[in-house]
């Protein structure tokens, strides 16, 4: 009787373990499930949300985060690098597991304000240069991400010119207190033969500023508007769209968006491929890999687009051959 | 028999359970593990060989599987780089002029190619002398007619000799890996060259799925890892030289095309199921791996699965055994005890065995065996019993015919002396004559005397042995009686007691024939065959029904040839005759005398 309690035993040990063997080793393309993680993400440009923040959240849902079940995600869309320094803060104060920084003010207020949570940054230029990774290979540090294109200026004003072949004089607002913005004027003045255009220099911080600039830029004296610097990109693009549709200007712009309202043309990097990449890294940092050692990755995906109806009401004819380069037309 | 097993079982009554309980436990055992070892050896065996088999047919399979998919990795790959070499040609245009037109045309089909092929980064125009005419770059400017001198550049000397060029993989911004790719437009017509990133090829490889964990890779032929699936693990720039398959492919890099199997270790320092291929033009090593433990999981479950199911019947025929041996031991030590209760002695002890098997029939003949044993035991109590019964009464006859046969006798001699007395005084005349007839009495008692005698215990017997005590016997008879026997053996001495049976069986036999069987013949025969003394008597008188006849004249014969280990046969029936045939030991009168001081040296005759 006792030899046969350990044989039923044993048996439906066996049972055991052949119902493990089969029953493990699930999906392991499942994110971790032990906890809910909060993740900051954070921006600065208060007219517009940036195209990359759909596409991540997809991307993560894509990669199994549900928001509110085993992801929560602390938005927050600011006015200026300082509320970015404050919030990065407080993101280290409330304990995120991980923060998403959305571009160079973002980037460097999280740098600034944490050397342990992992960063993710999105769309900055030259983060070997900023200081932000050691190297793209290796970071070294708790950030890594995405990179742009730091000579992508001159190949955006190339563009420009080939769409706008009258193209000559071309005002370069920069913003002082932007410290990329420098390092594009040194390109653009660097290419300007090549290119032959003339850049013209002004510097503005400002809301109104822009529209003390706007409003002295006169027809004849300056062929088209070029932005060099990413601070006024992100927080006055809607506003330099509109002043430059309503002073007949050309406006090159970074992102698709704006040629859609108004810009004559748009060149950069594919904001939905990025979102995407970033979301691969958040995972990546979830599942246990540290920043310092993924590489940081250059995009390779870009977008061209032209407003044909800005182009008609500015009296221009846009080569066919870039018509057909584009990867939108506006009409 | 009885006696041996009533020895054996005697001097360790006290402890007979014990030692019948170790030499059951012992067979118990033995019976158990024989049952064991011939199923299990062959349970086990044909596990083992369904194991191994399974086990060589799924490696062979999962070989041929990773083969296959470093060539379909490879082939991607092959494609991928054939696909930039069709690329670059399609904006080849051997034919057009060099001239600004010419390069302008040039520049819109260059930028139409990289916006068609995210891959390919810069596109440039070499003309004939090496000279850089245009340069057509995704990121940085397009420049056209900076005249650069690049005819130094192997991408220009190669392509110029070699028609086709492809550059050793480099890595931008020690980052990102690319590769240089040129063909010649013809002779004197200039180069087209290409940079391309192949961080897309690792979306290629990505695709390529082996099981749960495997996957695709490529090195150059320095080891840098080129083509992951994991592009960070690209992009952080990883050198695997130091892994074994990965060294053994870069030293025998002489072969160009070839595929290898073997078990490798990944990164981490697992062992890996990983096959090889390279790539001609990049000079790339493509490596399909999968992590031995997932690649041998289903095996080793499979081999776990048989190990455990032959535990489990292991356990199951150890039981059954076990409980076989313990249905076939336990009548045994029920037959074991009953055997040493009957050898001490308990003769109407019962051995209850129900298997219905071979085991059941050997109690029955056990009891058998007992059942006559305790008859036969009872028959030598009341033979015994009949045999002093029998002295009583041969004491009565004796005193009978003492009495009624000599005593008046005597009396009447007694008288006749008296008349002898009586006639001395009175008429002395006839005391003579008186004298003489008691002289005549006397002689006739005597006779008589002898007569009985003789057939209490014949003196011709004792002196003369069997045959003649017989022929002497048959003398005094006066019916017709012959006597048969081998001449050897006339003379022939054997035992007293087996001569006095054996005579006492002619005296008795012949008794009855005159007596009661009214015979008017009868015959004698005396033989010798092997060790045993043959006596038949035989008549020609009435017969009667043996098995009736319980009279105590044939009883007491039977009693006393089986006293001394003969044998008694008797045929008879009604109107054909009496037969007693009886079988003797032929024990020799010397041994039989000797026997009791067989020690002492042979006494002299």
């Given at each position: 009787m006792r030899r046969r309690g350990g044989v039923q035993r044993l048996a439906a040990l066996a049972l055991a373990i052949v119902a493990l063997s089969v029953g493990?080793?699930?999906?392991?393309?499942?994110?971790?499930?032990a906890k809910v993680w909060r993740i900051g993400l954070f921006h600065v440009g208060l007219d517009h949300v940036p195209a990359s923040l759909a596409s991540l959240e997809n991307g993560l849902r894509s990669l199994g985060y549900e928001p509110g079940k085993n992801v929560e995600f602390d938005w927050r869309n600011l006015p200026n690098e300082e509320a970015a320094r404050a919030t990065a803060v407080q993101f280290v104060r409330s304990h995120v597991d991980l923060i998403v920084a959305f571009e160079n003010q973002t980037a460097r207020a999280a740098k600034a304000a944490t050397s342990k949570v992992p960063v993710v940054f999105l769309h900055v230029i030259d983060p070997v240069r900023d200081g932000l990774?050691?190297?793209?290979?290796?970071?070294?540090?708790n950030l890594t991400g995405l990179v742009g294109y730091g000579d992508l200026a001159t190949k955006q004003l190339q563009t420009f010119k080939d769409v706008d072949?009258?193209?000559?004089r071309v005002m370069a607002l920069a913003d002082?207190?932007?410290?990329?913005s420098p390092r594009l004027l040194h390109e653009v003045n660097a290419a300007a033969s090549t290119l032959k255009i003339e850049p013209v220099e002004r510097e503005v911080s400002t809301k109104a500023d822009i529209e003390r600039v706007f409003g002295s830029a006169e027809t004849g004296r300056v062929d088209g508007v070029f932005v060099a610097s990413q601070n006024l990109q992100t927080k006055f693009s809607s506003l330099m769209v509109h002043l430059a549709l309503e002073r007949h200007l050309p406006f090159l712009s970074h992102w698709s968006k704006w040629a859609k309202e108004g810009a004559l043309v748009s060149f950069g990097p594919d904001f939905t491929a990025v979102g995407e990449a970033g979301a691969r890294y958040v995972d990546e940092i979830i599942r246990g890999a540290k920043p310092a050692q993924l590489p940081v990755e250059q995009m390779s995906w870009l977008q061209f687009a032209i407003n044909l109806k800005t182009a008609r009401t500015l009296g221009l004819s846009v080569p066919a051959s870039m018509l057909e380069l584009a990867d939108v037309v506006y009409r | 028999m009885l006696s041996i097993g009533r020895k054996a079982a005697t001097p360790r009554r006290g402890d007979t359970r014990q030692g019948g309980g170790v030499r059951g436990r012992s067979m118990f055992r033995k019976y158990a593990a024989v049952f064991v070892v011939v199923v299990r050896s062959g349970v086990a065996a044909s596990g083992f060989v369904h194991s191994y088999f399974s086990y060589r047919d799924n490696k062979e399979a999962l070989i041929r599987l990773q083969r296959e998919k470093a060539t379909a990795a490879a082939d991607s790959i092959q494609q991928f780089v054939q696909q930039l070499e069709d690329d670059l040609k399609s904006v080849?245009?051997?034919?057009?002029?060099?001239?600004r037109q010419g390069l302008t045309r040039r520049r819109e089909e260059d930028r139409e190619l990289l916006h068609r092929v995210p891959a390919i980064a810069e596109v440039s125009y070499l003309d004939p002398s090496g000279r850089e005419q245009l340069r057509v770059s995704r990121l940085g400017l397009d420049v056209i007619g900076?005249?650069?001198?690049?005819?130094?550049?192997p991408s220009f000397q190669q392509a110029t000799s070699n028609e086709l060029y492809f550059g050793p993989v480099s890595f931008k911004e020690e980052s990102e890996p690319y590769t240089t790719v040129a063909i010649s437009?013809?002779?004197?017509?200039g180069v087209v060259s290409a940079q391309a990133s192949l961080k897309f090829i690792s979306d290629l490889v990505r695709?390529?799925?082996?099981?749960?964990?495997g996957y695709a890779y490529a090195v150059d032929s320095r080891g840098e890892?080129?083509?992951?699936?994991?592009l960070s693990a690209v992009l952080r720039r990883t050198?695997?030289?130091?892994l074994p398959q990965v060294r053994a492919a870069l030293t025998a890099a002489s072969r160009n095309d070839r595929m290898q199997v073997t078990v490798g270790r990944d990164p981490e320092g697992r062992r890996v199921l990983t096959a090889e291929r390279l790539i001609g033009p990049l000079g790339l090593h493509v490596f399909v791996e999968q992590p031995l433990s997932e690649a041998y999981a289903s095996l080793y479950s499979s081999i776990l699965r048989n190990a455990l199911l032959l535990i489990g019947s292991l356990l199951l025929a150890v039981l059954t055994g076990l409980l076989l041996a313990r249905r076939m031991v336990g009548p045994i030590r029920g037959l074991e005890a009953g055997a040493a209760r009957i050898g001490s002695g308990e003769l109407d002890h019962q051995i209850q065995i129900r298997t219905g098997d071979e085991l059941e029939a050997l109690a029955d003949a056990f009891n058998q065996m007992t059942a006559r044993l305790r008859r036969s035991y009872e028959e030598v109590e009341a033979s015994r019993a009949r045999l002093v019964l029998a002295g009583d009464a041969e004491r009565r006859r004796i005193e009978h015919d003492i009495h009624d046969g000599i005593r008046p006798g005597i009396v009447a001699l007694t008288a006749k002396a008296g008349l002898a007395r009586q006639q001395l005084r009175r008429?002395?005349?006839?005391v003579e004559a008186t004298l003489l007839e008691l002289q005549q009495d006397i002689r006739k008692i005597l006779e008589d005397l002898r007569e009985w005698a003789h057939g209490i215990h014949p003196s011709v017997l004792s002196d003369h042995g069997l045959i003649e005590a017989i022929e002497a016997r048959i003398e005094r008879i006066p019916s017709n009686v012959v006597i048969q026997t081998d001449?050897?053996?006339?003379?022939a001495r054997y035992a007293d007691e087996i001569e006095v049976a054996a005579f006492y069986l002619v005296f008795e036999g012949l008794a009855n024939a005159l007596?009661?069987?009214?015979?008017?013949s009868a015959r004698v025969t005396v033989r010798r065959r092997d060790s045993q003394l043959i006596v038949e008597v035989s008549d020609d008188g009435i017969g009667f029904d043996p098995s009736l006849a319980a009279g105590s004249g044939i009883r007491n014969l039977g009693d006393r040839v089986e006293a001394v280990g003969g044998k008694l046969r008797i045929d008879s029936q009604f109107g054909a005759g009496t037969k007693l045939f009886a079988e003797f030991p032929a024990r020799d009168r010397e041994i039989a005398h000797r026997d009791p001081d067989a020690l002492r040296p042979p006494a002299s005759p």
């Open positions: 493990c080793g699930g999906s392991p393309s499942t994110p971790p499930r990774v050691e190297s793209l290979s290796h970071p070294g540090g072949p009258s193209l000559r002082p207190s932007d410290p990329v | 080849a245009m051997p034919g057009l002029p060099a001239d900076s005249g650069m001198d690049r005819s130094k550049e437009l013809g002779p004197q017509s695709s390529i799925s082996v099981g749960q964990a890892l080129i083509i992951h699936r994991d050198n695997l030289s130091s008429s002395p005349q006839l001449p050897g053996l006339r003379g007596k009661h069987a009214q015979a008017s």
